[in-house]
C-alpha cells in the first residue's frame, strides 16, 4: 500500500506565498515522476508542474516564474513553492506520484494520487 498526504493549503491574499508538500508513504521500491494538478471549480484537473526523479521539470504556462516543484528522493517528497499568487490560482492541489511498489513477490508500478489540498487566493 501506498499513501500520498499533502499539506500546505490554506488561504493567502494576492500576491502572497505558499509552500506545499506532499510526502509519499508506504511499501515503495521506487519513487519515480512526481507532479502537481489543480482543479478549480467547474473545470477540468490540470497539470501544474512536474518533475523526474533525475530533476528535470515542467511546468504549466500559467505559472511558470512564479511557482517551483522540487523533490527530496530520500524522503518520498515534493514541494510546490507558489509564489506571486493570484486569485485565479485557487483550487484544490493535488500530488501525483509514478511509483513502484512492493506487493508480496512482485513489483506493480502505477500512479498514486493524494487527496488534495485547497488553496484559496483572497482578499
Known amino acids: 500500500q501506498v499513501q500520498l498526504m499533502e499539506s500546505g493549503g490554506g488561504l493567502v491574499q494576492p500576491g502572497g506565498s505558499l509552500r506545499l508538500s506532499c510526502v509519499a508513504s508506504?511499501?515503495?521500491?521506487?519513487?519515480?515522476?512526481m507532479a502537481w494538478y489543480r482543479q478549480a471549480p467547474g473545470k477540468q484537473r490540470e497539470l501544474v508542474a512536474g518533475?523526474?526523479?533525475?530533476?528535470?521539470?515542467n511546468y504549466a504556462d500559467s505559472v511558470k516564474g512564479r511557482f517551483t516543484i522540487s523533490r527530496d528522493n530520500a524522503q518520498n517528497t515534493v514541494y510546490l513553492q507558489m509564489n506571486s499568487l493570484k486569485p485565479e490560482d485557487t483550487a484544490v492541489y493535488y500530488c501525483?506520484?509514478?511509483?513502484?511498489?512492493?506487493?508480496?513477490?512482485?513489483?506493480?508500478?502505477?500512479?498514486?494520487w493524494g487527496r488534495g489540498t485547497q488553496v484559496t487566493v483572497s482578499s
Open positions: 501525483n506520484a509514478d511509483i513502484a511498489a512492493v506487493d508480496g513477490d512482485y513489483l506493480t508500478r502505477r500512479d498514486y
Open positions: 508506504g511499501s515503495i521500491f521506487s519513487n519515480n515522476a
Open positions: 518533475i523526474t526523479r533525475d530533476g528535470s521539470t
